[in-house]
């Protein structure tokens, strides 16, 4: 099992690995630009450095999350255009990183329906795959209005339509908001039974190990400290362990506040999955 953090690329793209090594994470993510803007800068000279340090330290894959404003499913075109162009771009940096995985928000249709906006979300997934070693992780969401990818379903039918191309990041937190039980062994069993009946679990590459502040089925996209929100010790205890999960690599998105750190996390995912 690798376990990592999301960490910050303030002062150089490079200086993430040394954030993540200085956290002994196994794997890392970032963003490689600012997540809430859409210009940004080219990586240069230390796209480079980036990817000598993470050649020389045992930590992988390298996981990079796509900004927030683009929408693959909006109805409106301007914000739609260069949503696919910032996608293009984004597949473009993680080649240019050697990043493994690039985590993808599959956006809101804002009204326009399901069907249309999967049919405009699978059209930019299909102008941007990948030509190198990156793959489009489809990441589902908590289930808040309009949004898409909140069930296996509607992620499995996206995957249907663009192939080996993608595959998947599974978060607790919103698959626990949008109705998908973690609290203990037998909803687990049961919650993984449908995403590889659905999906299959080979598609599953990096999981977002995150509690939930919402309660089961809130559609409440609020992460929570490992073990102090409502899927609990109890639920990352079993989800840890589960067979179907060894393996993949872990990613926590938790919060950093006077309760606990980046560390005190890492710390309890370790112990509930009996890492020495």
């Known amino acids: 099992m690798r376990l990592g953090l999301h960490v910050s690329i303030a002062g150089g793209i490079d200086l993430a690995v040394d954030r993540a090594l200085a956290r002994k994470c196994d794997t890392f993510q970032i963003f490689t630009r600012n997540p809430r803007g859409w210009r940004f800068s080219e990586l240069a000279e230390r796209a480079e450095a980036f990817r000598w340090k993470v050649a020389n330290a045992n930590i992988a894959p390298v996981v990079v999350h796509m900004p927030y404003l683009p929408n693959l499913a909006s109805p409106r075109q301007r914000i739609y ?36 906006g999967s049919v405009r979300i699978v059209k930019a997934l299909s102008e941007a795959i990948p030509s190198g070693e990156t793959t489009i992780l489809l990441e589902n969401t908590a289930g808040s ?24 990041c599974l978060d607790t937190c919103h698959a626990f908001a949008s109705g998908y039980d973690l609290r203990d062994e037998v909803a687990i069993d049961a919650t993984l039974g449908e995403f590889d009946e659905r999906i299959g679990m ?49 990613i926590l998105e938790t919060p950093v506040d006077r309760r606990r750190d980046d560390y005190g996390n890492l710390r309890m995912v370790r112990k509930l999955a009996r890492i020495a």
Not at 94 to 105: E, I, M, P, S
Not at 150 to 156: A, K, L, T
Not at 222 to 245: A, D, M
Request: aromatic share 4%; charged share 25%; net charge positive.
């Open 81 to 116: 255009e260069a949503s696919v162009q910032s996608l293009v771009a984004e597949v473009k940096r993680c080649d240019l990183l050697g990043a493994r995985y690039l985590v993808v928000h599959l956006g809101s249709h804002l009204g326009s329906g399901e069907m249309a």
């Open 145 to 168: 209005r309009n949004s898409i990818g909140s069930s296996f379903d509607e992620i499995s039918s996206i995957l249907d339509r663009v192939g080996k191309a993608a595959s998947v």
């Open 202 to 250: 080979k598609r599953l590459r990096v999981i977002h190990v995150n509690d939930s502040r919402g309660a089961l089925g809130s559609r409440l996209d609020r992460h929570e400290h490992i073990g102090l929100g409502k899927i609990g010790i109890r639920g990352f205890r079993r989800f840890l362990t589960h067979p179907k999960v060894r393996g993949i690599p872990l």
